[in-house]
Each structure stands twice: as C-alpha cells, then as structure tokens.
T-cell receptor, first 118, second 112 residues
Framework: DAGVTQSPTHLIKTRGQHVTLRCSPI?????VSWYQQVLGQGPQFIFQ???????GRGNFPDRFSARQFPNYSSELNVNALLLGDSALYLC?????????????????FGAGTRLSVL | QKEVEQNSGPLSVPEGAIASLNCTYS??????FFWYRQYSGKSPELIMF????GDKEDGRFTAQLNKASQYVSLLIRDSQPSDSATYLC????????????FGSGTQLTVLP
C-alpha cells in the first residue's frame, strides 16, 4: 500500500511569492495534518483536517492556509513568503475515527517538501 | 505553553549496548505518547506509541511511561549502527485538536 505522498519534494521560492504544497493520505485515512520542521527542531503543528473540516490550527500567521478535498487529499498554501518559512513541510495522515474518545492520534508522515525561500 | 523536553545529545553508545532516550512533558493531561525516528534528511518514522503507565516492548525497543512523573523513555537494546538517527518524542496534549507536540529530538550515534 502506498504511504503518505507529498509533492513537490523540493521547492525554491523568493520572498513575497506564494507556494502550494500537496499531500495524499494513506488509503482509508480521513485525517491529514501539516507540520513545519525547521532544521534542528522537532516538527511544529500547523493544521489538522478531518473529513474536509479544519479541526485544529497551530500558532501560525494567517499567511498559512489549507484545505482538504473530497478524496481526503490536502493542500497547504503559504502567501507572502518570508526567509523564515524555509523548512521541511510534513504531511501526516491518521486513521482517526469520529467516535474515538481517546485521541490516540497515530500519525504517519510523508517524505516532506523541502522549501527554500531566497 | 505545553512543552516536550528532550536532551539534544548527541548520545553515543557502542554497538550492542542499550541506548536510553528520555523525554519529559509539561501537560499532565496528555494521553498518548509517541517515539519517532528521523534519519538525516528524511521524514519522521513512527517506531513506538504508548498510552498506559508501564512498559511496552516491540522487538529491540521498549517504551516506558510514568504519568505521575510526566516522563516517557525509549530503550533500544542491542543497538546497531543503523539505529543512528534523531529520535523525536511526541505527545498528544489534553484539549488539543489531535495535534502532536514534539520535542527537539535526541541525536543518537551507535559506534561500530
């Protein structure tokens, strides 16, 4: 079975530009989360989507937005890029079920998109 | 802020030894705990998860959770050079929208 797939793998942009990153979850997974990982740090939560609805948002500016499509794939958009947005952007999918009371929240990561802002 | 703390290392152990990785968390209501392994330039790979106090073993890996002390650890027995990587501790904090909060990771080197 295919794992979480992300595209593109690498991206170079200049300050002020816009970028769109794409993610396809593991088949059967309805939840997708986005994380930003700066070199030397752990991933930092940006968004979570479940069944096409935003379920959570981390401490990121409004320049960051996302959406989830009917096939559960997702896009992360970043506007007005800053040098500090240079990072590895990770997508994770989870087999969460709506009825789950304890948030076991097992998340499986894709290979990531490495964004460089010049 | 709900934090997860790890020793950044680097931690070096000889091949065949036990590597011990530690993590503390600040949110007492956290319910689920994860260890990810990340090779340089790669994405995090889930290796263990634990929800209940005590030990959980999977092959050479043992996760230990002590909620009273807000402490979770990972033991790697019979360490191999291929275990050399950064190990990330992640916590699902209480009241979250199912996000994970990560520590900064511990870099482990297993010396042949």
């Amino acid at each position: 079975d295919a794992g979480v797939t992300q595209s593109p793998t690498h991206l170079i942009k200049t300050r002020g530009q816009h970028v769109t990153l794409r993610c396809s979850p593991i088949s059967g997974h309805k939840s997708v989360s986005w994380y930003q990982q700066v070199l030397g740090q752990g991933p930092q939560f940006i968004f979570q989507y479940y069944e096409k609805e935003e379920r959570g948002r981390g401490n990121f500016p409004d320049r960051f937005s996302a959406r989830q499509f009917p096939n559960y794939s997702s896009e992360l958009n970043v506007n007005a890029l800053l040098l500090g947005d240079s990072a590895l952007y990770l997508c994770a999918s989870s087999p969460l079920k709506r009825a789950e009371i304890i948030a076991k929240n097992i998340q499986y990561f894709g290979a990531g998109t490495r964004l460089s802002v010049l | 802020q709900k934090e997860v703390e790890q020793n950044s290392g680097p931690l070096s152990v000889p091949e065949g030894a036990i590597a011990s990785l530690n993590c503390t968390y600040s949110d007492r209501g956290s319910q689920s705990f994860f260890w990810y392994r990340q090779y340089s330039g790669k994405s995090p790979e889930l290796i263990m998860f634990i929800y209940s106090n005590g030990d959980k073993e999977d092959g050479r890996f043992t996760a230990q959770l002590n909620k009273a002390s807000q402490y979770v650890s990972l033991l790697i027995r019979d360490s191999q050079p291929s275990d050399s990587a950064t190990y990330l501790c992640a916590v699902n904090p209480s009241g979250s929208a199912r996000q994970l909060t990560f520590g900064s990771g511990t870099q482990l080197t297993v010396l042949p």
